[in-house]
């Protein structure tokens, strides 16, 4: 139990959301882990988060398993936050549990497992990585409203805004979107302050020329404002929030980019503001060298291409040798 906490960072009770699967061999159970992690770059990609599957080293994966991918994302100041993992465990758990299955061709064979699960760090990802001093900021695919719409009252236009803007909510509704008509008490300031602190992606204004040029006003929740034809509302809205989602998307992968940087000498990663892409032999004992040099974690060897194109590395920044030198990450993870 921890007595540190941070909101859907570190809690006293992590919920996980799991998979566990039983495969008929090593190369189903290898399917399978590479099913989930496309499964995960699918839901990352809605939500407008850059990650990094990462293995993790033999003396931090999941105890039992074959191997652990990490689901890591960067967020800043050289830390990490884990939001989720696949296992591989061939048969490790499968014989001292007796766990088998009839095979087609009448013999009893033990399973291969796997393991996919998140936890309620994505949401905290989510916040970290797109958040600003203004509040939360939530990607279409997340935010409980989609669309918010306030009509800008005035004694020269009569109910004319809050008809306007009641017929926009129907139509939008109608055609599938998330709509939050705020036609309540308050100023349209105070209006615009709330939702923008909640993270709504798009808030419509609808006042006395907005209505009688039958336009909307329409602003992002990154102060995009553009004027929508109320004739084309649906195919509008549709676009100012595909054009949001691509902005936040282009946004996050900027400071992703910019999270990463390589490092050549033990010396450079004390203090590191980013997280460090090192050259590594593979050795243990050189891997807690370089935790100890960044007072962090060796955080494994990306699945896939490393964050920055540094070419190959030349040798293990702990020891020097150039044999069996792989591209790594240490960083200080949350």
């Known amino acids: ?20 699967t039983c495969q008929v061999d090593e190369a189903a159970a290898t399917g399978r882990v590479a099913a989930n992690l496309a499964a995960f770059a699918r839901m990352a990609a809605a939500f407008g988060l850059p990650f ?40 490790n758990f499968a014989r001292p549990y007796g766990i088998r299955f009839e095979a087609a061709d009448g013999s009893t064979r033990y399973v291969h497992q ?18 600003d001093d203004r509040g939360a900021v939530f990607p279409r695919a997340l935010a409980p409203f989609e669309v918010v719409i306030v009509p800008i009252p005035s004694a020269a236009a009569g109910d004319l805004p809050q008809r306007t803007a009641a017929e926009v909510a129907r139509r939008l509704e109608a055609a599938g979107r998330r709509v939050r008509l705020d036609d309540g008490p308050g100023r349209p300031g105070a209006k615009y302050y ?19 040029a039958q336009q909307l006003a329409a602003v992002d929740r990154l102060g995009q404002r553009t004027v929508l034809p109320l004739g084309e509302l649906e195919s509008a809205v549709d676009r100012a929030l595909d054009a949001f989602d691509r ?20 010396a450079d990663l004390a203090g590191s503001a980013t997280v460090r892409q090192i050259g590594w032999c593979g050795r243990e004992a050189c891997g807690h060298r370089i935790e100890q040099a960044i007072d962090g974690a060796l955080l494994g060897v990306p699945e896939g291409a490393p964050p920055v194109d540094g070419g190959a590395p030349a040798a293990c920044i702990a020891c020097g040798t150039t044999d069996g030198i792989r591209w790594a990450l240490a960083g200080r993870p949350l």
Request: hydrophobic share 45%; aromatic share 10%; net charge neutral.
């Open 52 to 91: 990094l599957a990462i293995r993790r080293p033999e003396w931090d994966k999941f105890a039992g398993a074959y191997y652990s991918v990490a689901l890591d994302i960067p967020i800043g100041a050289g830390r990490t936050l884990q939001i989720g993992s696949v296992h591989h465990y061939r048969e």
């Open 247 to 266: 902005a936040l998307a282009e946004r996050a992968a900027a400071s992703f980019r910019a999270a990463f940087s390589i490092a050549t000498a033990l």
């Open 194 to 212: 709330h939702w923008e602190l909640l993270g709504a992606p798009l808030r419509l204004e609808i006042g006395a020329r907005e209505a009688a």
């Open 114 to 131: 796997t393991t996919f699960g998140l936890s309620e760090r994505l949401l905290g990802a989510v916040l970290a990585v797109h958040g």
């Open 1 to 20: 139990e921890t007595k540190t906490t941070r909101p859907f960072v570190r809690v006293r009770e992590i919920h996980f959301f799991e998979e566990h």
